[in-house]
């Protein structure tokens, strides 16, 4: 199966909750140039799982990541990144779909059904940016310790974030002599 | 006696674990019934301090995630970074940049063959290979200037160039593994204790590997064909046509166990040795950075809008890196996936059912890299004073002493 079929598939399932894609190439090698193909998707959040379920149906997808971003404002934005046809020289397809999640319902249903080593994924992604996992049935901590406090979250980036938690980390030497913090 | 259970708990210090990570086992008799991994005791939020810092910065930040396979996580940050900003190493440091990692794989791989063959306590087996380990790691050094955390990788290329002794000193390196690995295959895989050791144990099928998204020689051994250098290519590797090390190839049939595991590891020694060969003897001439200006290519990262994914097949598997540049002269979002992140899933499942003799093999047959947390051990007296060196070896000589002493009557 090649990109544009890829495109078809994701078209015909999700229709007009496939808001925009890009088919990104990359050219790879020195004597011999030859290229790779990305798929990044902005879809609309009420079709992700449809979304996800039209990937497992090409093939049983790899899954790279799961990240999400938070600048600030009223939502986070989503990014999930599978791949597709690995294995084949040259022929893996990565697919990569982005979406808006606002912060009043920050819920999302868990692919942990269809792949079950995505619970380390989405338990990340749960205890770092606070979004509820519908049908993750472990919730406990991941890389955080069990006694971490509620309703605080590394990666958010506004109230519920970790600024006043953090002392120098980010600081640089210069920087913290010039206020006088001392070597708190 | 009534039959109940027992709670093992391992970890997160722990004479089998290099490093910290705690498993909690309940067994009932030898056989484990419930297993819980937690992790994070060396979290040190290093993708939050990388959001804070420069691109370059960040670039050194990263070859401090994982001591081991400390040029994976700087190769899968170039790769990535060079895909957002839309630039390309020159060929030279293109391949370059291979014979460093694929070095940095032999030194992994061996280092791991020796960790098995402790975790089975078969620690002659540990020394000799290990041994045979640090030639290698000299070789890095020469190269480099360090044995570990070689900063050489920069957005774009490389930091140094490799001279014409040094390309005696890859060669030299290159006749040195062929005979040791082959002498590998031969102590390592036609020992019968090995075998017996390892054969079913820590066994993964293809369809669980798929289903625990596990990477690397874990998947490969399982007889998934999974290689970031053959199906993403990138560098010299897509000069090459890698193919992916899976057991179905060398011997016919992938069960997926620690034998297997074994097995990939050292093959793929043999395939690093001809990929660094290749790319000896066809290395191009030219520069080796294409931005050789580092503010200029700040500057660059801060004009650039955007966002991408890369990946690098490090030792373990694959290491996933996400990056988006948005008007500063570093990340604004930066994700890391390390390969033991994957592939510590496959632990609960493997070790429902086994026994806790193997608990120390499948914890370490995926080759687990939490990271290096060094520690210091003090001894000190009931009122919180400190012993000395000179104290602890007297009271030692003492003893010995004393035992003697009874022995002899």
């Not at chain 2, 102590?187 to 079913?200: M, N, Q």
């Not at chain 2, 191009?284 to 580092?294: C, V």
């Not at chain 2, 992140?341 to 370490?364: F, K, M, Q, T």
Request: charge should be neutral; hydrophobic fraction near 40%.
């Amino acid at each position: 199966m090649n990109i544009e079929e890829v495109i078809e598939k994701l078209k015909e399932s999700l229709g007009d909750a496939l808001l925009n894609y890009e088919i990104r190439e990359y050219e790879m090698g020195i004597r011999r140039k030859r290229k790779l193909y990305e798929v990044w998707a902005e879809i609309d959040r009420s079709a992700f799982r449809k979304a996800v379920e039209t990937i497992f149906s090409l093939d049983y997808p790899h899954l790279h990541l799961i990240s999400g971003e938070d600048n600030g404002g009223d939502i986070i934005k989503m990014i999930y990144s599978f791949g597709v046809f690995y294995s084949n020289p040259w022929g893996e397809i990565s697919i990569t779909l982005k979406f808006d999640l606002p912060k009043d319902s920050l819920i999302l249903p868990t692919i942990t059904d269809l792949m079950p080593g995505a619970e380390t994924n989405e338990r990340e992604i749960r205890e770092m940016l606070g979004i509820e996992f519908e049908g993750l049935k472990n919730k406990r901590h991941l890389f955080l310790p069990d006694d971490w406090p509620e309703g605080k979250y590394p990666w958010r980036r506004d109230e519920y974030g970790v600024e006043d938690m953090i002392k120098h980390t980010h600081k640089s030497v210069k920087e913290i002599r010039k206020k006088g913090e001392g070597n708190a | 006696m009534p039959k109940t259970a027992y709670y093992i708990p391992i970890g997160p210090i722990h004479p089998a674990l290099k490093e910290p990570i705690r498993v909690e086992a309940e067994v009932e008799g030898e056989r484990i019934v419930r297993v819980d991994v937690k992790r994070g005791f060396a979290h040190r939020g290093i993708e939050y301090m990388g959001m804070k810092r420069n691109a370059i910065q960040t670039l050194y930040l990263s070859e401090r995630i994982c001591g081991i396979c400390s040029i994976s996580h700087p190769y899968a940050f170039v790769v990535t970074a060079e895909k957002a900003l839309g630039i390309e190493a020159p060929p030279r440091a293109q391949y370059i940049r291979p014979i460093i990692a694929e070095l940095e794989r032999i030194h992994s791989h061996i280092l791991w063959l020796g960790v098995i063959a402790h975790e089975m306590g078969f620690d002659s087996l540990l020394f000799w290979t290990w041994k045979g380990r640090e030639k290698v790691l000299d070789l890095l050094e020469l190269l480099t200037g360090n044995r570990i955390n070689y900063s050489v990788y920069m957005i774009g290329g490389v930091r140094r160039d490799l001279k014409e002794s040094h390309i005696k000193a890859i060669k030299d390196a290159i006749t040195y593994y062929w005979k040791f690995t082959e002498q590998m295959k031969e102590i390592i895989l036609s020992d019968p204790v090995y075998k017996a050791r390892t054969r079913g144990v820590a066994q993964l099928s293809k369809e669980m590997a798929l289903k625990l998204n596990v990477v690397g020689p874990v998947a490969r051994a399982a007889g998934i064909r999974m290689d970031i250098r053959q199906d993403m290519p990138y560098d010299a590797y897509a000069d090459i046509d890698v193919r992916a090390v899976v057991p179905q190839d060398i011997v016919g049939e992938a069960k997926g166990d620690a034998y297997d595991i074994t097995m990939v590891r050292i093959y793929e020694i043999e395939q690093s040795l001809d990929i660094i060969e290749y790319c000896v003897d066809n290395l191009p001439e030219g520069k080796i950075l294409a931005i050789p200006n580092y503010p200029a290519l700040l500057a660059k990262i801060r004009r650039t809008k955007g966002e991408a994914i890369g990946a690098h097949e490090a030792p373990r598997g694959e290491v996933v890196h996400y990056l988006k540049f948005d008007g500063r002269d570093g990340p604004s979002v930066w994700k890391v996936i390390a390969p033991s992140y994957n592939n510590i899933n496959s632990w609960a499942p493997l070790l429902l059912g086994a026994e806790v003799a193997d608990i120390p093999i499948v914890v370490a047959y995926i080759d687990p890299c939490m990271c290096c947390n060094d520690r210091v051990a003090l001894l000190k007296t009931p009122e919180g004073k400190v012993l000395g060196y000179e104290y602890i070896h007297k009271k030692a000589v003492e003893k010995t002493r004393k035992i003697e002493k009874e022995v002899r009557g």
